[in-house]
């Protein structure tokens, strides 16, 4: 019916109240409601007034409100009180919600990113038992999603994440506790949306009418896991004393927000006191640190130090004019960030992020029931400072590598020593065109980023006290030196990029059929600026002049989504969804064609300590390389360096002309997916679908100086072992190695690879249920990605194992979530997850005298005799053999006491990994004594305690 005033009312708009009239064909649409619980009134003269409650609003959900208005005096009022929809007939976009209430219930852990993991199937990222994962690692660096890789965290529709690695990674850590609700976004999105992967849209809390808040304080420690350590564990060469292992995890939140002018200006303050420390399964300090011998010492272990403060300001400047601010300052100490069973803890250096911090600003302004206009900027300061995590250890000893084991200690291999900056700035704005039946929204997308990175180490100190110029690291073999590695140090690069989207998105309803189609242009430009480098111990002084177009790249995406309401009761939808989606970056594609990734950074030369002079000379063995280092050529105990264009720095990687400008020259997929979705009955729904992508503009670098002639095959024979399977004794073919004229000689150009593919393809099913106060949430997701790479550029060698197939068993995730209450206050909630194991590797690492059918020493040899070089050699084809699958079950009893109308205390006890599961979460791939020896494992039932008591 046309012509009816629609009121939707809540506590959660500062103005109130937001009203719109139907269309000609008595639609409505009310845009840019927050989230929260409304009421719906519907009047029309000589009318009954209807009016809708409770009706809940998540982000990114359409809820289907209907009336039918009889006849009456206008005074006349009928309330109605159901369940809030729970199929959106109209959205195609794929995700789900996840509200701080539910955050609340289940055992979380902490209210972190990685939350979202557990309770979304086919999503992948880090293992957590309550937690465990620290800080940093709960921080939201989210896997992929049916194989799409990358990964976007905004906080109120801005980008809050740094410019490292693939687009970028979490710099700041955003507070579960500052926030009222997480947005994820998995596929089917609209050209409004940068996503290529998974996203995350954090809602940040606001103040009201009424001042709220919160106390939530949370702990547990060794004394409260359980210990998982079995035979199985022991036979892999974990000991007891190494497994991982929660030393201490404490968690302290505040927040309270309310009226600083009533009706116009709000604030909620959310403040975090947050710590953890973990032992790393495996890892031991070197107890002889600054000597040529590793003597396995104390445990290694993580520690995390984090205090945050969030603030949120909201101030309706008049009745048509919102701002609101949001400013997170972060003080954050990392000591032991990762961990391997390749390396010793000292070598691994700690982080300080400072400053580190989020200030943005957002401002609504719905100008008319029609009109909408918003804009955003968000600045993101992260800069961090690496220093050695024990004060013992420092940057300039040296690090060592033993080839016989895989295994490096002593030291940082390379390790930045200045103040890195990945810095990011946002800006969004748009103009939406609301009508019942019909919304036209445009807008635009704006992100800047530097990345500053280097390193200050101009020397290192030798076991006797020597003074030894320049970066270098050492390759043992057992105790017995092998080779050098000289570095491109001290040095610091930098890079810049432009992130721009424009869009056009329209939807129309049209009886049962919702179509939602745009176009998205997306413009991405890198470059760097002039840069000089000062000579350092191997290397000449440079001048590099900028570079503008690093890349320049054009793209134009459509999208187009339809929702069908299959039987027009708002139950059943039919959603399809096809669009184009660019890969997002970061500046880690600027740093990859930076002077410093297009030059020569390392080279090994041969090392002969032991032979080199007569017997009894004291030069032999002492551990010291008695040559000119920074002269290139053979000279004392030191043989060539493997690559010559090193000491001049010339650029010896390029791309040609076609990827680096253009129209739709970066990696990009079509993605497309089906989707049912039903509502069986009152408070449960069911879904179900298919997903595919594929990819193209997948390149390959060519070193132009060599050609597939300039290999030659060998084999080996594989060790035999029963773990080995049938891979056990058998001889490894389609290996090849560079002809020894052509070795060191590099001039290498990255073009488009047309051969190469990649496809995923998924099916999926899921539940949601609410009723009675209880929630059942989670289902299947099963899949199975292809990729061919068989295209001969250099190395024949590619061509083995170059066609793989992940099979779906091994893609499929199943996962469920759901809480209970029962009386007394008492809250039952658990998560459940079976999830793949880890695919098995086992890289072989072979003599010069097991090579079969060179009829030579490999290249690496040089002049050496005897030659002491290796060749790395892989034994299992990949996905052929697998840990386990991993399941883990958590639960939580909850207690909660009503202290008052608007005041609760909610105790928690939780109980993670309830089984004590104890599976291998990472490992050593060196085939060896030390193969498949766990480098981190699940970690054992842990308790943890927690309150929150909000009012």
């Not at 629609?6 to 139907?22: D, K």
């Not at 409100?65 to 006349?76: K, R």
């Not at 009109?371 to 961090?384: P, R, V």
């Not at 809480?819 to 098995?840: D, E, F, M, R, T």
Request: aromatic share 10%.
């Amino acid at each position: 019916m046309p012509g009816v005033t629609v009121e939707a009312a809540s506590p959660a708009l500062i103005e109130r109240v937001r009203s719109v009239v139907t269309d000609t064909e008595g639609r409505f649409t009310i845009v840019d409601l927050r989230t929260g619980t409304y009421s719906v009134t519907f009047t029309l003269p000589g009318f009954k007034t209807i009016r809708r409650e409770g009706i809940d609003i998540p982000a990114g959900f359409t809820a289907t409100v209907n009336a039918d208005l009889p006849l009456g005096a206008l005074s006349e009022t009928v309330t109605v009180t159901g369940a809030a929809p729970l199929v959106d007939v109209q959205n195609t976009t794929q995700g789900k919600v996840v509200p701080t209430e539910v955050l609340d219930a289940l055992p979380s852990g902490a209210k972190s990113l990685l939350t979202i993991v557990s309770l979304t199937p086919g999503l992948n990222g880090a293992a957590n038992v309550g937690g465990s994962a620290g800080i940093y690692g709960n921080s939201g660096n989210l896997g992929s999603f049916h194989g799409k890789s990358g990964y976007k965290v905004e906080i109120d529709g801005m980008s809050v994440l740094n410019t490292n690695y693939v687009g970028g990674s979490v710099g700041v850590v955003p507070s579960g506790f500052a926030m009222n609700e997480v947005q994820l976004e998995t596929g089917g999105a609209s050209a409004d949306s940068s996503v290529n992967g998974v996203m995350t849209n954090s809602v940040p809390r606001e103040g009201a009418n009424h001042f709220s808040g919160f106390v939530y304080s949370s702990g547990t420690g060794k004394r409260f896991e359980s210990n998982n350590f079995d035979k199985d564990l022991e036979a892999r060469g974990l000991r007891a004393d190494t497994i991982s292992k929660v030393l201490q995890l404490y968690d302290l939140n505040v927040g309270i927000g309310g009226p600083i002018i009533k009706d116009r200006l709000w604030f909620f303050d959310s403040s975090r006191f947050s710590g953890s420390k973990n032992q790393w399964a495996g890892s031991n300090w070197n107890a002889t640190q600054g000597t040529v011998v590793y003597t396995p010492g104390d445990p290694g272990f993580r520690h995390e130090d984090l205090e945050d403060t969030a603030v949120r300001l909201t101030w309706q400047v008049t009745t048509k004019n919102k701002i609101a601010a949001y400013i997170n300052p972060q003080r954050y100490f990392v000591y032991g960030s990762t961990n391997s069973i390749t390396n010793a803890p000292e070598t691994v250096a700690a982080w300080h992020f400072k400053p580190q911090s989020i200030y943005q600003a957002s401002w609504t302004s719905p100008v008319t029931s029609r009109l909408l206009l918003e804009a955003g900027s968000s600045t993101l300061l992260d800069n961090w400072r690496l220093f050695p995590s024990r004060n013992e250890n420092n940057f300039n000893m040296i690090a060592i590598t033993d080839s016989s084991r895989g295994f490096t200690y002593n030291a940082p291999g390379t390790t930045y020593d200045l103040t890195n900056r990945s810095d990011r700035w946002a800006q969004r704005a748009a103009v939406s065109y609301i009508t019942g039946s019909h919304s036209f929204k445009t807008g635009i997308q704006i992100e800047e980023g530097q990345n500053d990175i280097g390193s200050a180490v101009d020397h290192k100190i030798g076991f006797n006290g020597e003074y030894i110029p320049g970066m270098i690291s050492f390759t043992f073999n057992g105790l017995r030196p092998t080779s050098i590695t000289e570095y491109n140090a001290p040095f610091i690069q930098k890079s810049r990029i432009l992130d721009l989207g424009l869009y056009a998105q329209d939807r129309w309803t049209m009886g049962r059929l919702t179509l939602n189609y745009g176009l998205r242009f997306d413009y991405f430009r890198g470059w760097y600026p002039a840069q000089h480098l000062d000579a350092n111990a191997f290397v000449v002084a440079r001048d590099y002049p900028a570079k503008t177009c690093l890349p320049c790249w054009k793209d134009i995406d459509p999208r187009v989504n339809t929702a069908i309401d299959l039987f027009g009761d708002g139950k059943t939808a039919l959603k399809f969804a096809v669009g184009r989606y660019p890969q997002r970056y970061g500046a880690d594609i600027v740093v990859a064609r930076n002077w410093q990734s297009s030059t020569v950074q390392t080279v090994s030369r041969p090392w002969n300590d032991q032979t080199t002079y007569p017997v009894g000379d004291p030069r032999n063995f002492n551990y010291f390389p008695d040559c000119d280092l920074s002269n290139p050529l053979q000279n004392g105990e030191c043989s060539q360096i493997s690559n010559l264009s090193f000491v001049q720095g010339n650029i010896v990687e390029r791309t040609t002309p076609d990827i680096d400008e253009g129209w739709f020259k970066r990696l990009a997929f079509w993605d497309v997916s089906v989707e049912l979705q039903r509502e069986l009955w009152r408070g449960v729904s069911a879904t179900g679908g298919y997903y595919s992508n594929w990819w193209s503009n997948f390149t390959a670098t060519d070193n132009t100086l060599v050609g597939p002639e300039d290999y030659s095959p060998f084999s080996i024979v594989a060790p035999v072992d029963s773990k080995l399977g049938r891979f056990s004794g058998a001889t490894i073919t389609g290996l090849y190695d560079i002809n020894p004229d052509k070795r060191g000689i590099t001039s290498t150009i990255t073009f488009f690879d047309r051969e190469r593919k990649q496809r995923n393809d998924y099916f999926a099913g899921g539940i949601n249920a609410r009723f009675r106060g209880a929630r059942l949430s989670g289902g299947l997701d099963i899949g199975r990605r292809t990729d061919d790479n068989c295209h001969v550029v250099d190395s024949p060698g590619i061509l083995r194992n170059c066609h793989t197939v992940t099979a779906f068993r091994q893609g499929a995730q199943l996962k469920f979530n759901g809480s209970l209450p029962i009386k007394g206050g008492i809250v039952l909630s658990a998560v459940y997850q079976n999830v793949p194991g880890l695919a098995l590797s086992a890289t072989y690492t072979a003599q010069n005298s097991e090579v079969i059918g060179l009829n030579r020493n490999l290249s690496a040899c040089l002049n050496t005799n005897p030659c002491t070089q290796t060749t790395s050699v892989a034994l299992i084809n990949p996905n052929t053999m697998w840990e386990n699958r991993r399941s883990q079950l958590d639960l939580r009893t909850t207690k909660l006491l009503r202290i008052a109308a608007s005041r609760t205390l909610r105790i928690n006890f939780d109980a993670y990994n309830l089984f004590n599961a104890n599976d291998v979460l990472s490992q050593t791939t060196a085939w060896g004594a030390n193969w498949r020896k766990p480098s981190q494992i699940l970690d054992g039932r842990l308790l943890t305690f927690s309150a929150q008591f909000q009012f």
